[in-house]
């Protein structure tokens, strides 16, 4: 009876933890579409109705449709970024080294932030489901640094170890001052992310890293 009710007790708890992961990821996806994609075409709105008052004004037309195209690039951009966290960019015949650099080049912004993958160690071969929960996993750090750290450059390490294989992604973000109180933040939470190492067999850990926030997945081969 015990060994039952531990059972249910378990199940409920991993469908809590998934449930309130799902609402976190709609909740944000939901608000970057508002805060950033919605506003940017608000923007445009703006800038045709301009264009209706100043048809009799070939310099005044000029500006606007000048800056409606810069606009609008950053609409495509935004729905870009969007698309690209929704569905990564995997190619058939991939190893995941590739996955990871095409995924980090991606989500480089020349001018806004940088990202810089390093290879340790000889790669081994993964099964397709791991592979999938490390490249959202990495893709969910990058983001978080981008959103949340307010970051310039982001490095993301890869080392190949015996009985492991390792990631770290560290951003030099602007919010030092409090880090520790954002790490204890992450640590407290049940989202993707700790779901997925969970998956894995995984740990996933934060800490206080040379230039900022600094995550670290250890895999073990062991669970593959």
Known sequence: MFRFFRKDRLSTQASKEVIEATDAIITE??????????????????????????????????????????????????????????????????????????????????????????????ARNLDEDTENHVLRMIQELIHNAFRHSAAWHVWVRVIWRKNELDIAVEDDGSGFARLQEFIDRLQARHNSLRIRARSLGATISYKQGEKGLLAEIKIPYSSQ
């Open 29 to 122: 996806m939901g608000t970057e579409i508002h805060d950033d994609l919605i506003q940017k075409l608000s923007i445009i709105r703006l800038h045709l109705d301009k264009l209706e008052r100043s048809s009799f004004d070939p310099s005044e037309t000029r500006d606007i449709t000048q800056k409606m195209r810069a606009d609008f690039q950053q609409v495509v951009d935004s729905v870009r970024r969007i698309s690209r966290r929704l569905a990564p960019v995997k190619m058939e015949g991939d190893s995941l080294e590739t996955q990871i650099e095409a995924l980090c080049q991606n989500m480089d912004t020349p001018g806004t932030v940088r990202i810089f993958p390093t290879f340790v160690g000889e």
